[in-house]
């Protein structure tokens, strides 16, 4: 550790934080990270990537439980769930490796501890009490992350209560669970677990799961999950926990009535709170926003010098635009004339659940409560031969666009890849897109993608297949 100063040092080695090294490094400045757990943060270790994982296990049973379907003979399909668990451990080990190997290749320092701002262009770190050293730079970025969000009387005891942590290393596999909150990450576990057998109740405080989505989209989802056995309850809180010693009774309200609901487990996904603790913020300029740090377009904070990208600023709380912030960060660090700033309705979110969810850009309510004039288009997986060919008819493809300039304002599915599918869509608002555009591009058959051409043509009255 002879190197005391650098030109970046990056706070965090998250999606964003990696990224914006890597990024720094290319640009010829100087730099280190400072890491005091797991190279790849919470995304990479025990959040999207492991996640994926497991889901693909769920999605590989459920595709046997259904062979006959295809033509195929099956039997005996059950699940080994240290194996499921080793294998998703697996796949988030060999992505620490790669991120570490990426570090190396592009001679970023990583410095191995807890770091915090010091005084201007200084960051201390410590491990395990202990200091480090002090190490100066011209640019500090924090990109510390999130952590899962406790409700008072729900906290993670890490048997009964779960966060996504315990939630993806089991010790045994609950055969009922509640699932408190319906976001993506919430939707995410009841899907997994539903599929492997265990009986699932969802309870959402908003009237819809999903809340972030289009209505017409939440809905088709609801009644999905449903038919595969999910119970969902919305407009309800949970409270009064009462623990045995291997179940819990959970009263949940909804609709004036108070039921009791007694569960093997518990899991709790109702958002992240920011670590912003112990960083040194104080006596700094630095401003926070319900506990997440505030910075400008280019990612910088109030206290010059110092930048913050990814979950521990402003949402969407989502590994790309992580990643995206800390290439923006550094190239405009870098002095790079043809930066563009962020622009969050051009991000996409995706839901790996069974079907799968994924959308960009407004919804149709959003786009109208804005004033615009709207066209919208839809077309179902029903009428696409390549769902049909898959055994997976059941989706749709929305799409939203002004009335009066052609512009793509948003796009919404819910089905098979569609998380794969939403980056066309994306790519169509990056590059501002008009429905003239999409509805000259040649669309391959028969893929699934002829279904966003599709919705397109709708929008103007011109589907053909539906």
Same mark, same amino acid.
């Given at each position: 550790?002879?190197?005391?100063?650098?030109?970046?040092?990056?706070?965090?080695?998250?999606?964003? $934080?990696?990224?914006?090294?890597?990024?720094?490094?290319?640009?010829?400045? *100087?730099?280190?990270?400072?890491? *005091?757990?797991?190279?790849?943060?919470?995304?990479?270790?025990?959040?999207?990537?492991?996640?994926?994982?497991?889901?693909?296990?769920?999605?590989?049973?459920?595709?046997?439980?259904?062979?006959?379907?295809?033509?195929?003979?099956?039997?005996?399909?059950?699940?080994?769930?240290?194996?499921?668990?080793?294998?998703?451990?697996?796949?988030?080990?060999?992505?620490?490796?790669?991120?570490?190997?990426?570090?190396?290749?592009?001679?970023?320092?990583?410095?191995?501890?807890?770091?915090?701002? /010091?005084?201007?262009?200084?960051?201390?770190?410590?491990?395990?009490?202990?200091?480090?050293?002090?190490?100066?730079?011209?640019?500090?970025?924090?990109?510390?992350? /999130?952590?899962?969000?406790?409700?008072?009387?729900?906290?993670?005891? $890490?048997?009964?209560?779960?966060?996504?942590?315990?939630?993806?290393?089991?010790?045994?596999?609950?055969?009922?669970?509640?699932?408190?909150?319906?976001?993506? &990450? $919430?939707?995410?576990?009841?899907?997994?677990?539903?599929?492997?057998?265990?009986?699932?109740?969802?309870?959402?405080?908003?009237?819809?799961?999903?809340?972030?989505?289009?209505?017409?989209?939440?809905?088709?989802?609801?009644?999905?999950?449903?038919?595969?056995?999910?119970?969902?309850?919305?407009?309800?809180?949970?409270?009064?926990?009462?623990?045995? /010693?291997?179940?819990?009774?959970?009263?949940?309200?909804?609709?004036?009535?108070?039921?009791?609901?007694?569960?093997?487990?518990?899991?709790?996904?109702? #958002?992240?709170?920011?670590?912003?603790?112990?960083?040194?913020?104080?006596?700094?300029?630095?401003?926070?926003?319900?506990?997440?740090?505030?910075?400008?377009?280019?990612?910088?904070?109030?206290?010059?010098?110092?930048?913050?990208?990814?979950?521990?600023?402003?949402?969407?709380?989502?590994?790309?635009?992580?990643?995206?912030?800390?290439? &923006?960060?550094?190239?405009?660090?870098?002095?790079?004339?043809?930066?563009?700033?962020?622009?969050?309705?051009?991000?996409?979110?995706?839901?790996?659940?069974?079907?799968?969810?994924?959308?960009?850009?407004?919804?149709?309510?959003?786009?109208?409560?804005?004033?615009?004039?709207?066209?919208?288009?839809?077309?179902?997986?029903? $009428?696409? #031969?390549?769902?049909? /060919?898959?055994?997976?008819?059941?989706?749709?493809?929305?799409?939203?666009?002004?009335?009066?300039?052609?512009?793509?304002? #948003?796009?919404?599915?819910?089905?098979?890849?569609?998380?794969?599918?939403?980056?066309?869509?994306?790519?169509?608002?990056?590059?501002?897109?008009?429905?003239?555009?999409?509805?000259?591009?040649?669309?391959?058959?028969?893929?699934?993608?002829?279904?966003?051409?599709?919705?397109?043509?709708?929008?103007?009255?011109?589907?053909?297949?539906?």
């Amino acid at each position: 550790m002879a190197d005391m100063n650098y030109d970046v040092i990056v706070i965090g080695t998250g999606p964003g $934080g990696y990224v914006a090294a890597i990024r720094a490094a290319q640009l010829g400045l *100087r730099t280190a990270v400072v890491e *005091r757990e797991h190279l790849g943060g919470i995304c990479l270790n025990w959040g999207c990537i492991p996640t994926k994982a497991l889901l693909r296990s769920a999605e590989v049973m459920h595709l046997a439980k259904h062979a006959a379907d295809y033509g195929l003979s099956v039997s005996g399909v059950n699940f080994d769930l240290p194996k499921v668990v080793e294998r998703s451990r697996k796949v988030a080990a060999q992505l620490n490796g790669g991120v570490k190997h990426l570090l190396k290749k592009n001679k970023v320092t990583v410095i191995d501890g807890e770091g915090k701002l /010091a005084g201007k262009g200084q960051v201390a770190v410590t491990k395990g009490g202990a200091a480090v050293g002090t190490f100066g730079a011209k640019h500090i970025i924090i990109a510390t992350g /999130a952590r899962a969000r406790t409700l008072p009387g729900l906290e993670d005891d $890490g048997k009964l209560v779960w966060t996504y942590k315990k939630a993806m290393t089991p010790d045994s596999f609950p055969k009922s669970l509640l699932v408190i909150g319906s976001g993506a &990450i $919430g939707i995410e576990f009841a899907s997994f677990y539903n599929a492997l057998g265990s009986k699932v109740t969802v309870v959402e405080v908003m009237d819809r799961i999903l809340p972030v989505e289009d209505e017409e989209i939440s809905t088709m989802a609801k009644k999905a999950f449903e038919k595969q056995g999910m119970r969902i309850i919305t407009g309800a809180k949970a409270g009064n926990l009462r623990k045995t /010693a291997d179940s819990v009774t959970v009263a949940v309200e909804a609709g004036g009535k108070v039921e009791d609901i007694t569960v093997d487990r518990v899991i709790v996904a109702v #958002g992240i709170s920011p670590n912003t603790e112990n960083l040194g913020l104080e006596g700094t300029k630095v401003k926070l926003d319900r506990g997440h740090i505030v910075t400008d377009e280019w990612c910088r904070t109030d206290e010059p010098g110092v930048y913050a990208i990814g979950d521990v600023t402003q949402p969407p709380w989502l590994a790309h635009k992580a990643s995206h912030e800390g290439v &923006i960060c550094v190239e405009k660090i870098a002095g790079k004339n043809d930066v563009h700033p962020l622009d969050i309705r051009k991000i996409p979110g995706c839901t790996y659940s069974h079907p799968q969810i994924a959308s960009v850009g407004l919804t149709e309510k959003k786009a109208k409560e804005k004033g615009y004039e709207v066209k919208v288009g839809r077309f179902p997986f029903i $009428g696409n #031969g390549k769902a049909i /060919a898959l055994g997976e008819p059941e989706g749709m493809v929305k799409t939203v666009f002004d009335a009066k300039t052609g512009e793509l304002l #948003g796009a919404h599915m819910i089905g098979a890849e569609v998380t794969e599918l939403i980056q066309g869509y994306t790519v169509a608002k990056t590059m501002e897109t008009t429905e003239a555009e999409l509805m000259h591009t040649v669309f391959p058959h028969p893929t699934l993608s002829e279904m966003m051409h599709e919705s397109v043509l709708d929008a103007y009255g011109r589907a053909i297949h539906f």
